[in-house]
């Protein structure tokens, strides 16, 4: 019986080293499953192994300690857990997040409006402002060096459909970085006539001297009284009810 019961044992050893041939990849915490798995999100928070490779791994995922973690948006991949609202660049406390010891801090370079699974820790420097949260801290050096390489995620969110945020704002907190340039900005005087401004309208001005333009580029459009604050990017997921609004002020 006992050799029976070994030979079991070793049979099932051989069998799962054979399955563990197979490539293999690490992960940490939730992330989007690829479309030849499935789709969706996996909601596994602990490290893991998948036999498919992350999704769009350049600016999707960080290297926490050998595995992969997910910093982007899992809304726009399905996922119907807990989620918070952030407005435009953040730090992202990983070990925090996935409660290890491993000290990692990486950078969100998402624009705008967007979701993450997870809450924020108490200390990082966020404000809470028009149901989202905006950085109000300072970034190092290491998020401007990262820039270069993660910024381009929004392109992998161009062609998804989905629900952002509703962030509709006057202004944005002081001490966010972004660059929805609010305060004492360029005010350029229209024309009494056309009296008209589009949405679709373009207008040049110098770029502000007082902010780091990091976020979405906005210009302010000086008409009587009231303020435009016009956003002259097309970020892909206008439409619906759920579209990205901004008031100026004035418009109350
Ligand atoms: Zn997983
Ligand atoms: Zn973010």
Same mark, same amino acid.
């Given at each position: ?8 044992? !070793? ?11 197979? @490539?293999?990849?690490? /992960? ?6 690829? @479309? ?5 999100? &996996? ?5 893991? *192994? ?7 791994? @350049?600016?999707?995922?960080?290297? $926490?300690?050998?595995?992969? /973690? ?10 119907? +857990?807990? @989620? ?14 996935? #409660? ?7 950078? &969100? /370079?998402?624009?705008? =409006? $967007?979701?993450?699974?997870?809450? =924020? ?14 950085? *109000? ?14 910024? =381009?995620?929004?392109?992998? /969110? ?9 962030? *509709? ?13 609010? !305060?004492? !900005? ?16 373009? *207008? ?8 780091? #333009? ?9 008409? +009587?009284?009231?303020?435009?604050? $016009?956003?002259?990017?097309? $970020?892909?997921?206008?439409? +619906? ?6 008031? +100026?002020?004035?418009?109350?």
């Amino acid at each position: 019986m006992r050799t029976y019961i070994a030979a079991l044992i !070793a049979l099932v050893c051989w069998a799962g080293t054979a399955k563990a041939d197979k @490539k293999q990849y690490r /992960y940490v915490g939730i992330h989007p499953i690829a @479309k030849a798995a499935g789709g969706g999100v &996996c909601h596994i928070q602990a490290p893991h *192994v998948h036999v498919y490779a992350p999704i769009d791994v @350049k600016v999707q995922f960080r290297d $926490h300690d050998g595995w992969n /973690y997910f910093v982007g948006d899992p809304v726009a991949y399905g996922w119907d +857990g807990p @989620k918070t609202s952030y407005y435009g660049h953040h730090p992202i406390p990983v070990d925090v997040i996935v #409660e290890d010891d491993h000290p990692d801090t990486e950078y &969100c /370079y998402l624009e705008g =409006p $967007h979701f993450h699974a997870w809450a =924020p820790p108490p200390k990082l420097d966020l404000e809470l402002r028009a149901g989202a949260y905006w950085y *109000v801290g300072t970034f190092p050096p290491a998020y401007a060096e990262g820039k270069v390489v993660y910024d =381009p995620i929004d392109v992998v /969110y161009q062609p998804i459909r989905y629900e952002r945020p509703t962030v *509709v704002v006057d202004a944005a907190p002081p001490g966010w970085y972004g660059a929805i340039v609010v !305060a004492p !900005a360029p005010v350029v005087v229209v024309p009494a006539r056309p009296a008209r401004v589009s949405a679709g309208v373009e *207008v040049h001005v110098p770029a502000p001297s007082l902010r780091v #333009e990091i976020g979405v580029p906005t210009v302010q459009i000086g008409i +009587g009284g009231g303020v435009i604050v $016009h956003d002259h990017h097309d $970020h892909g997921w206008h439409g +619906g009810k759920g579209k990205w609004k901004k008031r +100026g002020r004035g418009h109350r």
